[in-house]
């Protein structure tokens, strides 16, 4: 017995620790930081807004959405921002489809998310629903330079209103600027066909934006990242927005294109097909070798974990494990699941 006691310390201590000890030191030069996005599928509060087309999610409306619904879906999205950040929460988090202020406010300061301190970048946009886009940024990792809420006015449809783009402007490691922009675009709800100039329109205002600062700022480190309501290979993010592969002679890069032939894995599933709805974009002076911050493994992820997904009975396979199936409630996370990447600073 006391053999067998020294050899397992004898194991551990030759073994374990010397792994423990060189993965330690690679994260030490590394010293990577986590940026991820998440469509959070419809975190309305439970309370009327008379100036929003909010009803079904109140206390009497179709969805009957309650109090304690509310507060499961506030863990449930603290969950998946720790699974995604494992062990700390990523630096910066964008998400869509969150109505106000006051649920980040319940995200950030009411959940066990509190102990890590975060701040929220949140403007209210003038879409029908009440929905919006925010980023929660670490303060102790991220200094919050700017900020503005980028207002799309459809000149062909004057009546028509979307989520606005949040631009915000900040420094890592003490020295590096970052400009990110986080996007829900005009859904495909009414026919893809028929929404499509929308999108395309949404499209030509985030490269009018990402234009001037290539003009202004030499290399600029620029971040896209959000819920486009369009594939890589769609004419609004690979012809307006002129996104990418690391390959071509576009400025901007498209991580999620290596994703856009599998129709078995992605960000979102319609009917049997899984595609990238949510993609991260990133300006190609991020992947220069000469560059101090840089993409690790030049590539963004996925984060389907077990408890994010369910079995899908009519397709087969796996799907999100979304809050509402129609009307009826089952309890679940989001329709869309989590990507995100990492930057680190060469030594």
Request: hydrophobic share 40%.
């Amino acid at each position: 017995m006391i053999r067998l006691t020294i050899l397992a310390f004898f194991i551990s201590f030759t073994v374990f620790h010397p792994l423990q000890s060189k993965a330690q030191t690679a994260a030490d030069e590394q010293d990577t930081l986590r940026f991820m996005f998440y469509n959070v599928e419809n975190l309305f509060d439970p309370f009327d807004d008379s100036l929003k087309r909010d009803d079904e999610f109140t206390y009497d409306g179709a969805r009957h959405w309650t109090w304690n619904k509310f507060q499961t879906k506030l863990n449930h999205i603290y969950k998946t921002i720790m699974a995604a950040g494992n062990p700390m929460p990523p630096v910066c988090i964008g998400l869509c489809e969150i109505e106000n202020r006051f649920v980040l406010n319940q995200l950030v300061y009411k959940t066990p998310f509190s102990k890590f301190d975060y701040r929220i970048v949140h403007r209210e946009s003038p879409d029908r629903r009440g929905i919006d886009v925010g980023l929660l940024i670490d303060p102790k990792r991220f200094e919050l330079i700017s900020y503005e809420a980028i207002h799309i006015r459809f000149p062909f449809d004057t009546n028509g209103r979307t989520r606005d783009i949040l631009y915000v402007k900040g420094l890592v490691y003490n020295s590096d600027t970052l400009h990110i922009f986080i996007n829900h675009w005009p859904s495909r709800w009414g026919g893809q066909l028929v929404t499509d100039p929308k999108r395309k329109f949404v499209a030509d205002v985030l490269k009018s934006k990402t234009d001037s600062l290539f003009k202004a700022i030499p290399r600029p480190n620029i971040i896209i990242m959000g819920d486009f309501n369009d594939y890589p290979t769609d004419e609004s993010i690979r012809l307006h927005l002129k996104a990418g592969r690391l390959a071509d002679s576009a400025q901007l890069v498209n991580l999620m294109l290596p994703y856009a032939s599998n129709y078995s894995f992605g960000s979102h599933k319609y009917h049997d097909e899984w595609g990238t709805l949510d993609q991260i974009i990133l300006s190609k002076y991020l992947f220069s070798p000469t560059q101090r911050l840089q993409i690790n493994h030049q590539k963004a992820f996925i984060l389907d974990a077990p408890f994010l997904l369910m079995p899908d009975e009519k397709f087969l396979g796996v799907k999100p494990f979304r809050t509402f199936v129609g009307f009826k409630y089952i309890g679940g996370y989001s329709d869309h699941l989590p990507v995100y990447f990492d930057i680190f600073k060469k030594k």
